[in-house]
């Protein structure tokens, strides 16, 4: 998707995303924010995984019980 717009910065010193823009990048509730070097921003949304998602994909790689249990905590730690 390719968009070039002019948005206004409120007087919170926040902006709003334009709806088009939030919906087709998949935004929610959370956004990775970057700044580059070249004083350039960067907005990424955050993509949670679906805990049930996280679950099978650990017993797919044969984890089970504590090991199991320790490495869910983990993944649930980074977010």
Same mark, same amino acid.
């Given at each position: 998707?390719?968009?070039?717009?002019?948005?206004?910065?409120?007087?919170?010193k926040?902006?709003t995303? #334009?709806?088009?823009?939030?919906?087709?990048?998949?935004?929610?509730?959370?956004?990775?924010?970057?700044?580059?070097?070249?004083?350039s921003?960067?907005?990424? #949304?955050?993509i949670?995984?679906?805990?049930?998602?996280?679950?099978?994909?650990?017993?797919?790689?044969?984890?089970?019980?504590?090991?199991?249990?320790?490495?869910f905590?983990?993944r649930?730690?980074?977010?």
């Open positions: 998707m390719k968009f070039d717009k002019i948005i206004a910065i409120s007087s919170k926040q902006i995303l #334009p709806k088009k823009v939030y919906e087709e990048l998949g935004f929610t509730d959370q956004v990775r924010l970057v700044v580059d070097d070249d004083n921003i960067k907005l990424f #949304p955050v949670k995984e679906k805990k049930s998602d996280v679950l099978e994909e650990l017993i797919k790689k044969g984890l089970s019980g504590e090991e199991l249990l320790k490495e905590k983990k649930e730690e980074k977010e």
